[in-house]
């Protein structure tokens, strides 16, 4: 499939899952409470953290599957499929037997509620453990596709089971029961059809193995690359969800109710931040193979700064405007004003963050894994103190000035280490042009004219509509000073070739 087809069907899954997640929150709330949905933050928490048992072993089969494929020996990525299934089955009993043993010692002593009872918290937190043993093996099956260059069938797949998990529970609460444990055992019953479907799906495309049985070689030749990834992977969902779980333990579950709902909104920015990832990864990858440094700058410089044109004016709006889109989401006025800082200091961070994408890509592209483990580790560090005082002394808004502290610092400590060693005197200028301008120019247009427009009393329909005409002037703004941009965007960035400039020839 050429690349804009995946990128296409990456784009499809992620916007229509995120879509579907902000519809149904609005239920959600009504039908199990602001705390309840605190339990469902502190679940999504959990299944992220567990992920770090994966070990590497989903972007290997991703990898080993491709080798496979180009070769056209399918049969041996068969083999390792149905080794590291059997790995991943057995790991799926391991999470869900943990999670019965430690969901007393979590409701004791971790969780916080002014309102729902132990007994409803525990039984709570040993469905989650079976909702996440549901879906383990989904990552394992959708690598194998996706290795395989079936994105769309992954995509299609994924759409249809997110459709099925978020509207079959607004039903369910609805005319069943409207508890949180009745929520949770209709996850786990669509997770487990999910990942039974992926699995279907993933041996259609590779086949079927005559000779089936566990082959301990298959691990010894795949160890040392998931190894390196799993310590990338652990470093990166530590820092992303550490403000989650340490919000969890300081604020009552009511306030991180809050917090998680104004994560929701945030997260939407991701669909547009994983598939230009997934894009721009491999093409740095083989630019770099190729040695053509030009067409590498050409490709980090351009990408860095359409990326920013579209995002920092996006993320912008969101925050400037967040009171009114919060009211017209959840309906509540109330909760819509108390969440508005929230939502603007997380999307602050998480546009801060989003850019960053084009150094890791970078590192990765190299090969310097050590590299991102390095400012990971560097950033828990100071994250860890910094979550923690501010959310003692200010609750909720503390942990997100956190959040909004740290990717800030993450950008600017991340900029330095990478291009002290990768593309050496480039930092300054991207930091400066690439981030820098597009930022400028948000806050200038959409920033300081959107504050302007929430002064004139407009309804929110009208303040929304100037809102995103601004996000537009500001995009376009951005291309109008960026000659170079501009002729990547004439010329089809996301082409399978990116276009070299003929004043350079």
């Known amino acids: 499939m050429r690349l804009s087809g995946n990128l296409f069907a990456g784009l499809a899954n992620s916007i229509w899952s995120a ?76 999470i869900s037997l943990l999670m019965v043993l430690l969901a007393p010692l979590i409701t004791e002593h ?53 459709t099925l998990g978020s509207l079959g529970a607004v039903m369910v609460l609805a005319f069943i029961a409207p508890t949180i444990e009745t929520f949770f055992i209709w996850q786990a019953g669509v997770g487990l059809v999910h990942a039974a479907i992926m699995r279907w799906a993933a ?25 390196g990834m799993s310590g990338v992977a652990v470093s990166g969902v530590i820092l992303m969800q550490l403000d989650k779980v340490l919000l969890s333990r ?17 997260n939407g920015l991701y669909v547009l931040l994983t598939p230009t990832f997934n894009v721009i990864y491999p093409r740095l990858s083989a630019l770099v193979a190729t040695g053509d440094t030009d067409k590498l700058i050409e490709l980090y410089r351009s990408g860095t700064r359409l990326l920013s044109a579209v995002l920092f004016p996006i993320a912008t709006a969101i925050a400037i405007f967040a009171e009114e889109i919060l009211s017209l989401w959840t309906g509540n006025l109330s909760v819509a004003s108390n969440m508005a800082p929230i939502v603007a200091l997380l999307l602050i961070g998480t546009a801060l ?50 959040w909004a502290l740290s990717r800030g610092i993450y950008l600017l400590i991340g900029t330095w280490l990478t291009h002290r060693t990768l593309l050496q005197g480039l930092g300054l200028k991207w930091l400066l042009w690439d981030v820098g301008m597009p930022l400028c120019l948000s806050l200038l247009v959409v920033g300081i004219a959107g504050g302007k427009v929430r002064e004139w009393g407009y309804s929110n329909y009208v303040e929304l509509f100037i809102g995103s005409g601004l996000v537009l002037f500001a995009f376009l703004l951005v291309i109008l000073f960026s000659p170079r941009l501009r002729f990547a965007v004439q010329n089809n960035f996301f082409s399978d070739e990116f276009p070299h400039d003929p004043a350079k020839s």
């Not at 394992?140 to 249809?160: D, E, K, P």
């Open 110 to 162: 971790w969780l916080q509620s002014k309102y729902l009872s132990h007994q409803t918290i525990e039984h709570a937190v040993i469905l989650m453990g079976l909702v996440v043993a549901c879906r383990w093996p989904i990552g394992l099956y959708q690598g194998a596709l996706i290795g395989a260059q079936r994105l769309m069938i992954s995509s299609g797949i994924n759409i249809v089971m997110v």
């Open 353 to 402: 963050n989003g850019v960053m994408h084009f150094p890791y890509a970078l590192q990765l592209a190299f090969g310097m894994t050590r590299l991102p483990l390095m400012i990971n580790v560097i950033l828990v560090i100071i994250m860890i103190p910094m979550t923690i005082l501010l959310a003692m002394q200010f609750g909720v808004l503390g942990g997100a000035t956190a």
């Open 19 to 94: 879509l579907i997640g902000l519809a149904v929150v609005p239920f959600y709330l009504k039908y199990l409470g602001i705390e309840a949905y605190g339990l469902i933050g502190f679940f999504v928490t959990t299944q992220t953290l567990l992920s770090l048992l994966d070990m590497g072993l989903a972007p290997t089969i991703n990898r080993e599957v491709a080798r496979y494929s180009a070769s056209g020996n399918l049969k041996e990525a068969g083999k390792l499929l149905h080794t590291l299934a059997i790995v991943y089955w057995g790991m799926a009993g391991v």
């Open 250 to 266: 300081i604020l009552s579950l009511e306030d991180f109710g809050r917090y998680a709902l104004a994560g929701v909104v945030v």
């Open 203 to 227: 041996w259609r495309v590779i086949g079927r193995l005559k000779d089936i049985r566990f082959d301990v070689d298959k691990l010894k030749q795949i160890w040392r690359f998931s190894a």
